[in-house]
């Protein structure tokens, strides 16, 4: 097949390989082309066809194609590290890498050519995606975020899908049409060039049902009304905008601890007025312990004894030899309080690996403190309200597996305080929300968010941003820079436990039993007489 072709230019066969990785990084925020995806493949596995040495070495365009994708997506951590995230990119283009290296070399002669075959090669390729996308979530630096699947995270009805099968059921969908596509069009071609009728477009149609059946599904999902009434909290969340930077003393633009202070203080005042059941503190943005700072602490004690009701916060905590990133909850009146330590740490942000033995890796990032994690999620509850919550660190609502064993301590809401200034004007604000918002469906509970900068935001159990803090000064009323409070009346309806929450990544890992069993040797049988 596409033996016309094969005299086609090495350039033009380079730029298929690159046409899927631009449209990879299209897909995702700030560009939000989430549609692209469906198609996004394709120009890869034609670039195989198309140049005789591209299709031979399947491995270095899928490498190319990580390289776009991962560095088209990622580039802004580079404001924390810039080795860090060039270290990162080369790492995680592999994926991609072993996929399509996998799919040319492995898979496409055991799947075999037909219709059947076809549809063959899309199943066991959807699989052998989500299973590598799983790897890439837990393997060595745990870093997850933009699976294929977020990038349909706009599209509601087909979000619903992360209550059977996580993020993940959405990427082999993905990954699925693309690759029924591809087959289709390359079966069809070999037709027409052979002289042959055209056959119907059966896999091409098969995939298409698969996903409109989807679409359907989810939308109706999403009109459904579940038993019972709807509970309620009303919140302000602060979000103080503090420029940060990665300095060791943290802050720029010349905001000092006393200013950054008198800012979350004249906001918290603002927000108390409506009297809030839960007032939200975003992750620690001082840089100081609440105990050991009369500071901080003073100001805590002040706005929690003014408070009639419960203070959620972010701020360090120490143990004897240990610096933790905490969530601090405070009750009424300053009667009590709970703590979280943030389980899940930020690779070369809070913590670098093997820098007692090899110190040189300190110096790909400008932190010299390593946080220690804490050992398992926590509840923290609010019993004067009878509603309790699980707390969220940072990045850790971009973490399907932790947030579902966070669920499963069986809390009424998600709540997320994060900082996202250290990156700046740029995209990771709102890739972090795009990635978070799937948590909600996977475990069927709404999610709050509040962000020194960011999105601070309300997100409801069907993926929905309900309402997020913006400035009408800044461009398009952006939420990225605003400074003010987020205060409203959350309602959800009581959760319910979703096929995610009860059997968790079950879909990757069918699909890594799959892909092993099709790539085990086959008896040879023997030929008749």
């Not at 580039?75 to 994926?95: D, Q």
Request: proline share 6%.
């Amino acid at each position: 097949m596409f033996q016309n072709l094969n005299k086609t230019n090495l350039w033009q066969g380079i730029g298929f390989v690159l046409i899927s990785g631009v449209a990879l990084v299209l897909a995702y925020p700030p560009f939000n082309q989430g549609w692209v995806s469906w198609v996004a493949l394709i120009p890869v596995l034609c670039a195989l066809r198309v140049a005789p040495e591209l299709g031979r070495r399947p491995f270095a365009c899928g490498y190319l194609v990580g390289l776009l994708y991962f560095g088209g997506t990622f580039w802004w951590i580079g404001h924390v590290t810039a080795p860090g995230i060039i270290a990162l990119v080369l790492y995680i283009s592999l994926y991609p890498a072993i996929w399509l290296w996998a799919m040319e070399r492995w898979y496409a002669p055991r799947c075999g050519d037909g219709i059947l075959g076809n549809v063959l090669f899309a199943f066991v390729g959807a699989c052998l995606w989500v299973a590598l996308e799983w790897m890439r979530g837990w393997f060595l630096t745990g870093f997850g975020w933009n699976n294929l699947g977020v990038a349909l995270h706009a599209n509601i009805p087909f979000v619903q899908l992360a209550s059977l099968g996580g993020v993940y059921m959405l990427s082999w969908l993905i990954v699925f049409v693309n690759l029924c596509a591809f087959r289709t069009f390359q079966r069809v071609y070999g037709e027409i060039s052979a002289g042959r009728p055209r056959g119907p477009l059966y896999e091409l149609s098969l995939a298409l049902v698969l996903a409109a059946l989807g679409f359907a599904w989810g939308w109706r999902q999403t009109l459904i009304k579940p038993e019972g009434s709807l509970r309620s909290l009303r919140y302000a969340a602060v979000q103080a905008n503090i420029p940060q930077s990665g300095s060791s003393s943290g802050y720029e633009n010349g905001v000092s601890i006393e200013e950054n202070l008198r800012r979350h203080e004249e906001l918290s005042l603002k927000a108390l007025e409506s009297k809030p059941d839960l007032l939200l503190w975003p992750e620690a943005t001082t840089g100081l312990e609440i105990f050991l700072d009369d500071r901080l602490g003073s100001l805590v004690t002040r706005l929690s004894r003014k408070n009639e009701g419960y203070f959620l916060l972010g701020a360090e905590d120490s143990a004897p030899g240990k610096m933790f990133n905490a969530a601090f909850l405070f009750s009424p009146g300053y009667t009590g309080f709970s703590v979280y330590h943030k389980n899940k740490l930020v690779i070369f942000g809070e913590y670098v690996p093997l820098a007692k033995w090899l110190p040189v890796l300190r110096k790909l990032v400008p932190f010299g403190v390593d946080f220690s994690a804490g050992e398992k999620p926590e509840l923290l509850k609010m019993p004067n309200l009878s509603v309790s919550l699980a707390p969220l660190i940072c990045f850790e609502d971009t973490q399907p597996d932790f947030v579902r064993a966070a669920a499963a301590l069986k809390p009424d809401i998600l709540v997320n305080i994060t900082n996202d200034s250290w990156f700046k004007d740029s995209p990771g604000a709102e890739q972090h929300l795009a990635n978070a918002i799937f948590r909600t469906v996977e475990n069927d509970r709404p999610l709050l968010r509040a962000a020194n900068t960011g999105i601070t935001c309300e997100v409801n159990q069907y993926g929905v941003v309900k309402a997020r803090l913006t400035d009408t000064d800044l461009p398009n009323g952006r939420s990225l820079g605003a400074s003010g409070v987020l205060n409203r009346e959350l309602r959800w309806h009581s959760p319910r436990q979703t096929l995610y929450q009860r059997w968790g990544d079950w879909l990757p890992l069918v699909s890594a039993l799959i892909c092993l069993g099709v790539s085990l040797p086959r008896k040879k049988t023997k030929e008749r007489a």
